[in-house]
């Protein structure tokens, strides 16, 4: 719009200089009064439309230039806001990264306590499989002691009866 104005200012002012021109000429070839005050009043109305684009264009200028400040100030409004939620993103990603780091710290630490674990489980496996072999070696041995312990009970009972039958007769 303002360089539409800019040019309607720029052909009335052409327009103005031409007929001013041609109003020379003819005065210079005895223009007639009447003539002479058409051209007058011709130039009076192109200077007062000359004006007005002038005005026009002056006002448009100044909308043009609040509404350019409106959009900046909007513009750094909305870059601001930008600004703010990218920092916002940005501490809820370092916070975010410090509980990860901190969940694999314990992950890692949970993970040597199993292989430990892990190890500890092992070794008593293998104990529980010696103390088994001794174990299965004692009852075999119990066993064994319990057959002779039976045995020799067997055997005394049977000595003291022969003692008692022998006994008797050799008492008598």
Do not use: W, Y
């Not at 230039?65 to 990218?86: G, K, M, N, Y």
Request: aromatic content about 2%; glycine content about 2%.
């Amino acid at each position: 719009q303002l360089l539409e104005a800019k040019a309607s200012l720029s052909l009335a002012q052409t327009r103005h200089a031409l007929q001013l021109q041609q109003a020379k000429a003819q005065m210079n070839n005895m223009v007639s009064k009447k003539q002479f005050e058409q051209l007058q009043t011709s130039l009076r109305e192109e200077q007062c439309k000359a004006q007005q684009l002038q005005e026009n264009l002056h006002q448009q200028a100044e909308q043009t230039c609040r509404q350019l400040v409106r959009t900046q100030e909007e513009h750094e409004r909305l870059l601001q806001a930008a600004v703010e939620q990218a920092e916002g993103l940005e501490n809820n990603l370092r916070s975010t990264e410090a509980v990860l780091a901190e969940r694999v710290a314990l992950l890692k630490d949970a993970q040597a306590q199993l292989s430990r674990n892990k190890l500890l489980i092992e070794d008593l496996h293998e104990e529980n499989r010696g103390f088994a072999m001794a174990l299965q070696a004692a009852e075999l041995k119990q066993k064994s002691t319990e057959e002779k312990n039976q045995l020799l009970e067997e055997q005394a009972s049977a000595l003291k009866q022969l003692i008692g039958k022998i006994t008797p007769v050799s008492l008598s």
